[in-house]
């Protein structure tokens, strides 16, 4: 009998170069201290070293792996660095890294619940379960009016989010009429850019996104949110969603979710409660204050792919009325017609965002939440607010350094006294070191450096290593 010709890996090479690619993990987790966290890779380094024309013949796994480790590692910013103190962190951990392999094994298409009913139910037990852990309000549980699902990223919910609030303020007629230019949202100067691009793909203008202005600490203004909806009201326009954030992207402000609630309550708008990093501090009850109001917010999300030991992609997003997103978002052509579809008592997650396909992605949240269990992730965010108010306390007996806007968790802002180009020097000079890296925003027009502390593996002795590089980096500079 002749053998069918195959160019595919079998089980055993499966095996075997599985295990050596979770030796290679575990090495690269054992050594990613020795590598400079920023890649000093120059633009078109990495493509420079990589051959002109795909291989014609396959080659050896090992070959492979020596070129991850020669080639692509050098062009590595190193994340899962316990160094890495720039923008917001993107976890990673074991359990996360394991429960995306079994993910990708399965190889699980979910976009109905027949096509997997354990990627749908898995994906519904664990959000709920989520719901208790983040003291979220009970109408977001999938046994009640609502539901909570896995999109990418913060960005796609928020889009979500709008795109029901456009279609619910609009008596579900934009969708099939297209706007007309007058459905206004809001949000402070400090929203994260998402919203400005959610605005621009949903049809609601660019223009038509109000940024309201925020307070002294950076949150939003209510009364200014206010003023500005019942002017917009009177020029005929129909507000629409207001979205609040729960620890912004540049400062980590708080905006005041019960004050804007009343605001939106008052007007019927849609409120969409963005909470992608400091989400994962509410798992801690004493946090739970800064998201005081969230009972009534329409939607919620936050990213486990953040701060919650989650590997990206995964951004929890949940609604308090599924009517109205899968009003906006469901359609059912022929060749997905299904009995259990059908018998509507299963959950289809292709109504619940923008894209059909979806992976299995409650796997690795499911593996992180038992292999910490509540008490364990609890323990590692309290470690890292704690270590970010000391790093604070540190700036603040500083006499050459002043913070720049409040510490409410695990964001420090603040600057060299000496102005905007002995910062600048500062961080350049960290970042090209290789020892940390950190990124900077600008709070009042003055530029700023931001630590965050939030990597998984960021310990006492990396805070007080980075404070100690800061403090001498800005001496060198004196000297210089
Ligand atoms: C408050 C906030 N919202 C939204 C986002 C966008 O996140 P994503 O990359 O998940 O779209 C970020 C990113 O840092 C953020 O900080």
Redesign the pocket.
Known sequence: MSQEKSFHMTPDEFRRCGHAVIDWIADYQSRVESFPVLSPAKPGEVRASLPEHPPGQGEPFAALMKDVENLILPGVTHWQSPNFFA??PCNASGPAILGDLVCSGLGVQGMLWSTSPACTELETHVLDWLVGMLGLPEKFLSSSTGGGVIQD????A?LCALLAARERSTNYLSNEKGCDGRIVAYASTQT?S?LQKASMIAGIGGSNLRLIEVDKNFAMRPEALAGQIAADKRAGLTPSLVCA?V???SSNAMDPIGEIAQVCREHNLWLHV?A??SGSAMLCPEFRHFQKGVEFADSYNF?PH?WMFTNFDC?CFWVAERRALLQTLSILPEYLKNRATESGSVIDYRDWHIQLGRRFRSLKLWFVIRHYGVEGLQHHIREHVRLAQQFAEWVRSDESFELAAPVPLNLVCFRHKDGDQVNQSIMDGLNRSGDLFLTHTRLGGELTLRVCVGQTHTREQHVEKAWQRIRQEAQRLAVV
Do not use: L
């Not at 990223?153 to 796609?156: E, H, I, K, L």
């Open positions: 923008y917001f990223t913060a960005s796609s928020v994260h998402s954030t620890g912004t992207t963005d992608a990093m990213n953040k951004s």
